[in-house]
């Protein structure tokens, strides 16, 4: 089947390093996207990650781990602007067409 | 350059009836797809549209319909409407149907509360 757990929330504080986990099953893996959704708006795309390994954008980075089905978002140097939902997303490879599953996200809240 | 707009913001309805969302995608973008989003389920893929034509769907009723536009412009349309259709329903384009690094860009999102 098709599945991605991610933890429903975690707290952290300012100037702190977090890392929010993703677990997936799919039938046929084509790419992990992170996404950023702030209360009220519309999710803004973080990072993509296809192949092992870590990709690395300013505070921000994503571990991808295939064998596993495992990855991790990294959020550096927090701030207060970061509180926020973190969507976890597996693009699957359904005969040819491909289709986005979400996990449910995890709100993270910065503390002062 | 504009983002992805969606209308209504907000929509209020009765058991019963149906409502028609839109979506104007950015500009360029021909692929659109909706997703219904709870705080329980999260984003649940509702379909995907390229060129006028239903790419995907997802495992909806079939009370949930959408089309496409020539302009690329889509709309959902979703009739017998039920309590637990209460969600924010979320568009979002991409230049290209999904595929390789093509990433979505989502609207903000039509809350529909079904009373």
């Known amino acids: 089947g098709q599945n991605i757990d991610q933890p429903t929330e975690m707290t952290a504080t300012e100037g702190a390093i977090v890392q929010i986990n993703c677990t997936y099953q799919?039938?046929?893996?084509?790419?992990l996207f992170w996404y950023q959704q702030h209360a009220g708006e519309a999710p803004t795309f973080l990072s993509y990650?296809?192949?092992?390994g870590l990709e690395e954008k300013g505070r921000f980075s994503s571990f991808l781990s295939r064998s596993k089905g495992y990855s991790y978002l990294l959020l550096k140097e927090l701030q207060m602007k970061d509180s926020a939902s973190y969507l976890c997303a597996v693009r699957d490879d359904l005969s040819g067409t491909y289709k986005y599953i979400f996990g449910t996200g995890t709100r993270l809240k910065v503390l002062a | 350059k504009a983002g992805v707009t969606q209308t209504p913001r907000y929509l209020i309805k009765t058991r019963g009836q149906q409502v028609t969302l839109s979506c104007s995608p950015i500009?360029?973008?021909?692929?659109v797809s909706w997703y219904q989003q709870t705080p329980g389920q999260g984003l649940q893929f509702l379909f995907e549209?390229?060129?006028?034509?239903?790419?995907n769907k997802g495992n909806f009723p079939g009370r949930f319909s959408g089309r496409q536009f020539s302009n690329s412009r889509s709309e959902m349309n979703v009739s017998t409407l039920e309590l637990g259709d209460s969600a924010l329903y979320l568009c979002?384009?991409?230049?290209?149907?999904?595929?390789?690094?093509?990433?979505?860009?989502f609207g903000s999102g039509t809350q529909l509360s079904v009373l």
């Open positions: 979002a384009s991409s230049l290209a149907p999904t595929n390789g690094r093509e990433k979505l860009f």
């Open positions: 549209y390229f060129s006028e034509t239903q790419r």
């Open positions: 500009s360029g973008h021909r692929s």
């Open positions: 990650n296809v192949l092992d």
């Open positions: 799919t039938s046929g893996f084509n790419g």
